[in-house]
Nanobody, 120 residues
Framework: QVQLVESGGGLVQPGGSLRLSCAASGIIFRFYLMGWYRQAPGKQRELVAASPSGGSTNYADSVKGRFTISRDNAKNTVYLQMNSLKPEDTAVYYC??????????????WGQGTQVTVSS
């Protein structure tokens, strides 16, 4: 059974920092592209940051220079360090694991989400 369990969300003041963690089980973690998405009320879910199994990380323009995604393959965990948080970063943040096998076959899994609220 695959599980992605996020933690680290909460309430923070503008300019503050939070670190999200996502612990994965039931997958061969090192083969998966790991990503963080977020969904604010009334908006579509959007990609925030992604860490391929091999290759460079990438970020949404809105978080470049403020957020950092990292992964520890030994711990099956992906992190999202969020600095200089803004009220517009308020959303539910979701962890995603994705692996493509070719010919259209893929596995994709989602965590349950963790709320991040940036407010004074």
């Amino acid at each position: 059974q695959v599980q992605l369990v996020e933690s680290g969300g909460g309430l923070v003041q503008p300019g503050g920092s939070l670190r999200l963690s996502c612990a994965a089980s039931g997958i061969i973690f090192r083969f998966y592209l790991m990503g963080w998405y977020r969904q604010a009320p009334g908006k579509q879910r959007e990609l925030v940051a992604a860490s391929p199994s091999g290759g460079s990380t990438n970020y949404a323009d809105s978080v470049k220079g403020r957020f950092t995604i990292s992964r520890d393959n030994a711990k099956n965990t992906v992190y999202l360090q969020m600095n200089s948080l803004k009220p517009e970063d308020t959303a539910v943040y979701y962890c995603n694991a994705y692996r493509a096998y070719g010919l259209g076959a893929r596995n994709e899994y989602w965590g349950q989400g963790t709320q991040v609220t940036v407010s004074s």
